[in-house]
């Protein structure tokens, strides 16, 4: 489970908020955002060390960021199987994504700029394409699915709470993206945790917090600490 919840308001002087949380096997090894691509200069992004992609992937230049989400549905054949963490790269690079998705296992892709936010879908059998509209969009595993626990509850939260000026601060984002005190097995838990068996610890391990608008990028980030707890945020840009 991943969640990304995406704010458009076309007439704010920053038309885009992301508020984005990774989840993974919390043993598959990562590193911060940076420049992690020399074929992608200037794109900033969370690298997996695995399959050398990402989650989460901005350019600040060019104002256009991409997320990909782990879908549902049928698998790709494993000889010839591609990263979904080469998606995000492409699309915040502003290339284009493959017409033939079947080499890639399930998956939403969100590609958002000034002008919006566009999601497309794969489940392994068909692709869709839709435009988000404006408003507060939260999208999990199963898509835009309002019904899920997990979103019902951020998207509940969101529009109770004041939209940030993240020109000034982030408002009740960082507090909502720390996990509100829900325990972190609740379904409803933005920040989660579960084992498997003895020791295959699996959770969220990261949150972003990225504006988008002529005059202001802001992308601040935090590795989500072991215990509950206030997240630690460093600004990216």
Known sequence: MCTVAVSFEPSSP???????V??????????PPAEHWPRHPGLLGGIDLVAGGTWLAVDPAARRAAFVLNGRGRLAPEHGRRSRGDLPLLAAAGLTVPDDLSTFDPFY?????????V?????GDTRTEAALPAGYTVIVNSGEDPAEPRAAHL??????????DPADSW????????????DRTDPRALILRHTFGDDLRYGSSSVTLLALGPDLVRYDFAAVPDEPGPATFTQIV
Do not use: Q
């Open 155 to 164: 998207l509940t939260a969101l529009r109770a709470a004041p939209r940030p």
């Open 109 to 117: 892709l969100i590609i958002a700029d000034l002008t919006g936010a």
């Open 171 to 182: 408002g009740a984002w960082p507090a909502l993206a720390a996990g509100e005190g829900i």
């Open 14 to 20: 920053v038309p885009l908020l992301v508020l984005a």
């Open 119 to 123: 999601m497309l879908g794969w489940d």
């Open 22 to 31: 990774r989840d993974e096997l919390l043993m598959r090894p990562w590193e």
